[in-house]
Protein backbone atom coordinates (compact mmCIF):
# COMPACT_ATOMS: atom_id res chain seq x y z
CA UNK A 1 0.00 0.00 0.00
CA UNK A 2 1.09 3.50 -0.43
CA UNK A 3 2.68 5.10 2.16
CA UNK A 4 3.56 8.54 2.92
CA UNK A 5 6.02 8.59 6.49
CA UNK A 6 7.48 12.42 7.87
CA UNK A 7 10.06 12.93 9.88
CA UNK A 8 9.86 13.57 13.53
CA UNK A 9 8.75 16.47 15.30
CA UNK A 10 11.41 19.69 15.41
CA UNK A 11 11.94 22.39 17.49
CA UNK A 12 13.73 25.55 16.01
CA UNK A 13 15.35 29.20 16.95
CA UNK A 14 13.62 32.44 15.08
CA UNK A 15 16.52 32.06 11.86
CA UNK A 16 17.29 28.63 12.12
CA UNK A 17 16.54 26.38 9.37
CA UNK A 18 14.86 23.14 9.21
CA UNK A 19 14.48 19.84 6.58
CA UNK A 20 11.55 17.84 6.81
CA UNK A 21 11.53 14.37 5.30
CA UNK A 22 8.84 12.41 3.45
CA UNK A 23 9.80 8.45 2.82
CA UNK A 24 7.12 6.88 0.22
CA UNK A 25 6.70 3.52 -0.49
CA UNK A 26 3.87 0.88 -2.16
CA UNK A 27 4.20 3.05 -5.23
CA UNK A 28 6.85 4.68 -8.42
CA UNK A 29 7.93 7.40 -6.86
CA UNK A 30 9.27 9.17 -9.94
CA UNK A 31 5.45 8.67 -11.15
CA UNK A 32 3.59 11.46 -9.37
CA UNK A 33 4.19 14.92 -7.83
CA UNK A 34 4.80 15.37 -4.19
CA UNK A 35 3.67 18.76 -2.59
CA UNK A 36 4.17 20.12 0.56
CA UNK A 37 1.53 21.83 2.76
CA UNK A 38 1.18 23.07 5.83
CA UNK A 39 -0.80 23.80 8.91
CA UNK A 40 -0.68 26.57 11.52
CA UNK A 41 -2.02 25.72 14.69
CA UNK A 42 -6.08 25.86 14.74
CA UNK A 43 -5.32 27.49 11.25
CA UNK A 44 -6.50 26.13 7.64
CA UNK A 45 -4.52 24.55 4.84
CA UNK A 46 -1.55 26.28 2.98
CA UNK A 47 0.03 25.17 -0.48
CA UNK A 48 4.16 25.62 -0.10
CA UNK A 49 5.41 24.15 -3.34
CA UNK A 50 5.59 20.90 -5.30
CA UNK A 51 8.62 19.25 -7.20
CA UNK A 52 8.44 16.58 -10.06
CA UNK A 53 9.92 13.62 -8.76
CA UNK A 54 11.18 12.24 -12.12
CA UNK A 55 14.56 13.08 -13.37
CA UNK A 56 13.99 16.78 -14.31
CA UNK A 57 13.09 17.24 -10.62
CA UNK A 58 11.67 20.44 -11.38
CA UNK A 59 9.39 22.43 -8.42
CA UNK A 60 7.65 25.40 -7.90
CA UNK A 61 7.09 27.38 -5.06
CA UNK A 62 3.79 29.86 -3.69
CA UNK A 63 5.79 33.52 -4.05
CA UNK A 64 5.10 33.82 -0.11
CA UNK A 65 7.85 31.34 0.58
CA UNK A 66 10.08 32.41 -2.72
CA UNK A 67 13.40 32.21 -1.32
CA UNK A 68 12.87 30.54 1.70
CA UNK A 69 11.61 27.61 0.70
CA UNK A 70 13.61 25.13 -0.92
CA UNK A 71 12.46 20.94 -2.09
CA UNK A 72 14.51 18.19 -3.58
CA UNK A 73 14.22 14.45 -3.60
CA UNK A 74 16.19 11.70 -3.98
CA UNK A 75 15.28 8.82 -6.05
CA UNK A 76 17.41 6.44 -5.23
CA UNK A 77 15.70 6.19 -1.89
CA UNK A 78 11.81 7.25 -2.90
CA UNK A 79 12.35 10.52 -0.67
CA UNK A 80 11.36 14.34 -0.77
CA UNK A 81 12.66 17.24 1.57
CA UNK A 82 11.12 20.51 2.19
CA UNK A 83 13.80 22.90 3.67
CA UNK A 84 12.34 26.51 5.14
CA UNK A 85 15.32 28.47 6.20
CA UNK A 86 15.36 32.10 8.18
CA UNK A 87 12.25 30.86 10.25
CA UNK A 88 9.93 32.65 12.73
CA UNK A 89 7.30 32.30 14.94
CA UNK A 90 4.73 32.69 11.95
CA UNK A 91 6.41 29.18 10.72
CA UNK A 92 5.25 27.46 13.51
CA UNK A 93 2.76 24.58 12.06
CA UNK A 94 2.67 20.73 10.52
CA UNK A 95 4.14 20.48 7.54
CA UNK A 96 2.67 17.66 5.32
CA UNK A 97 3.86 16.22 1.96
CA UNK A 98 1.18 14.67 -0.18
CA UNK A 99 1.63 12.87 -3.38
CA UNK A 100 -0.70 14.43 -6.33
CA UNK A 101 -1.64 11.42 -8.34
CA UNK A 102 -2.80 13.89 -11.46
CA UNK A 103 -3.88 17.76 -10.75
CA UNK A 104 -4.29 18.25 -7.47
CA UNK A 105 -5.96 14.90 -6.59
CA UNK A 106 -3.82 14.61 -3.57
CA UNK A 107 -4.58 10.90 -2.99
CA UNK A 108 -2.10 10.09 0.14
CA UNK A 109 -0.65 12.11 2.65
CA UNK A 110 2.16 11.67 5.41
CA UNK A 111 1.41 12.00 9.40
CA UNK A 112 2.59 15.52 9.33
CA UNK A 113 5.89 17.26 10.87
CA UNK A 114 4.95 19.25 13.72
CA UNK A 115 7.87 22.31 13.16
CA UNK A 116 7.85 24.55 16.29
CA UNK A 117 9.88 27.97 16.26
CA UNK A 118 10.49 29.40 19.60
CA UNK A 119 13.30 31.34 21.44
CA UNK B 1 -6.88 35.52 3.62
CA UNK B 2 -7.82 32.66 1.52
CA UNK B 3 -8.30 32.85 -2.31
CA UNK B 4 -11.40 30.32 -2.04
CA UNK B 5 -14.04 31.51 -0.42
CA UNK B 6 -16.11 28.85 1.79
CA UNK B 7 -18.65 29.58 5.11
CA UNK B 8 -16.30 28.65 8.79
CA UNK B 9 -19.31 26.37 9.52
CA UNK B 10 -22.01 24.36 8.68
CA UNK B 11 -24.11 21.56 10.76
CA UNK B 12 -27.04 19.31 10.13
CA UNK B 13 -29.03 16.90 11.85
CA UNK B 14 -28.09 12.82 12.03
CA UNK B 15 -29.43 11.33 8.62
CA UNK B 16 -29.50 15.27 6.94
CA UNK B 17 -27.51 16.42 4.07
CA UNK B 18 -25.49 19.46 4.58
CA UNK B 19 -24.10 21.39 1.50
CA UNK B 20 -20.50 23.25 1.66
CA UNK B 21 -19.87 25.80 -0.85
CA UNK B 22 -16.85 27.12 -2.07
CA UNK B 23 -16.21 29.86 -4.34
CA UNK B 24 -13.33 31.53 -6.45
CA UNK B 25 -12.09 29.21 -9.06
CA UNK B 26 -13.63 28.27 -12.47
CA UNK B 27 -11.31 25.60 -13.13
CA UNK B 28 -12.44 21.86 -13.42
CA UNK B 29 -9.60 20.46 -11.35
CA UNK B 30 -11.20 20.85 -7.70
CA UNK B 31 -10.87 19.00 -4.94
CA UNK B 32 -12.25 18.26 -1.75
CA UNK B 33 -10.65 17.17 1.19
CA UNK B 34 -11.90 15.44 4.94
CA UNK B 35 -9.21 16.13 8.05
CA UNK B 36 -10.41 15.18 11.56
CA UNK B 37 -8.97 17.11 14.85
CA UNK B 38 -5.06 15.89 14.87
CA UNK B 39 -5.11 13.74 11.55
CA UNK B 40 -3.60 14.47 7.88
CA UNK B 41 -6.32 15.37 5.38
CA UNK B 42 -8.07 13.01 3.17
CA UNK B 43 -9.31 13.20 -0.31
CA UNK B 44 -12.87 12.59 -0.81
CA UNK B 45 -13.82 14.41 -3.80
CA UNK B 46 -11.32 15.67 -7.48
CA UNK B 47 -12.01 16.84 -10.44
CA UNK B 48 -15.44 18.64 -9.02
CA UNK B 49 -17.08 15.50 -8.56
CA UNK B 50 -15.55 11.99 -8.99
CA UNK B 51 -15.22 9.95 -5.74
CA UNK B 52 -11.75 7.74 -5.25
CA UNK B 53 -12.37 4.30 -4.14
CA UNK B 54 -13.95 3.61 -0.74
CA UNK B 55 -15.22 7.03 -0.47
CA UNK B 56 -18.77 6.58 0.52
CA UNK B 57 -21.57 7.63 -2.20
CA UNK B 58 -22.80 10.21 0.36
CA UNK B 59 -20.45 12.69 -0.48
CA UNK B 60 -20.90 14.57 -3.94
CA UNK B 61 -19.42 17.24 -5.77
CA UNK B 62 -20.88 19.72 -8.49
CA UNK B 63 -19.71 23.39 -9.87
CA UNK B 64 -21.95 25.76 -11.38
CA UNK B 65 -19.67 28.99 -12.32
CA UNK B 66 -16.98 29.71 -10.19
CA UNK B 67 -18.65 28.00 -7.46
CA UNK B 68 -17.98 24.58 -6.11
CA UNK B 69 -19.90 22.91 -3.98
CA UNK B 70 -20.02 19.62 -1.87
CA UNK B 71 -22.68 17.53 -0.33
CA UNK B 72 -23.01 15.44 2.27
CA UNK B 73 -26.34 13.62 2.36
CA UNK B 74 -27.45 11.54 5.36
CA UNK B 75 -24.72 12.61 7.78
CA UNK B 76 -23.45 10.49 9.74
CA UNK B 77 -21.36 11.07 13.46
CA UNK B 78 -18.58 10.30 11.67
CA UNK B 79 -18.70 13.26 8.98
CA UNK B 80 -18.13 15.67 11.85
CA UNK B 81 -14.79 16.89 10.47
CA UNK B 82 -13.21 20.56 8.92
CA UNK B 83 -13.84 20.13 4.75
CA UNK B 84 -11.24 22.24 2.81
CA UNK B 85 -11.62 22.74 -1.30
CA UNK B 86 -8.73 23.24 -3.17
CA UNK B 87 -8.37 24.33 -6.81
CA UNK B 88 -5.65 24.44 -9.31
CA UNK B 89 -4.90 28.18 -10.81
CA UNK B 90 -3.29 29.55 -13.75
CA UNK B 91 -1.26 32.29 -11.01
CA UNK B 92 0.77 31.67 -8.37
CA UNK B 93 0.46 30.29 -6.07
CA UNK B 94 -1.02 27.64 -8.54
CA UNK B 95 -2.88 25.29 -5.78
CA UNK B 96 -5.68 27.64 -3.87
CA UNK B 97 -6.97 26.39 -0.63
CA UNK B 98 -10.13 27.62 1.03
CA UNK B 99 -10.33 28.18 4.50
CA UNK B 100 -12.08 25.19 5.79
CA UNK B 101 -15.78 24.62 6.82
CA UNK B 102 -16.02 22.93 9.93
CA UNK B 103 -19.37 20.19 9.82
CA UNK B 104 -21.46 19.80 13.03
CA UNK B 105 -23.68 16.85 13.11
CA UNK B 106 -26.67 17.62 15.48
Known amino acids: QVQLVQSGAEVKKPGASVKVSCKTSGYTFSAYYIHWVRQAPGQGLEWMGWINTNSGGGTKYAQKFQGRVTVTRDTSISTAYMELSRLTSDDTAVYYCTRDMYMIQFDSWGQGTLVTVSS | QSALTQPPSASGSSGQSVTISCTGSSSDYVSWLQQHPGKAPKLIIY???KRPSGVPDRFSGSKSGNTASLTVSGLQAEDEADYYC???????????FGGGTKVTVL
Open chain 2, 86 to 96: TSYAASNPPVL
Open chain 2, 47 to 49: EVS
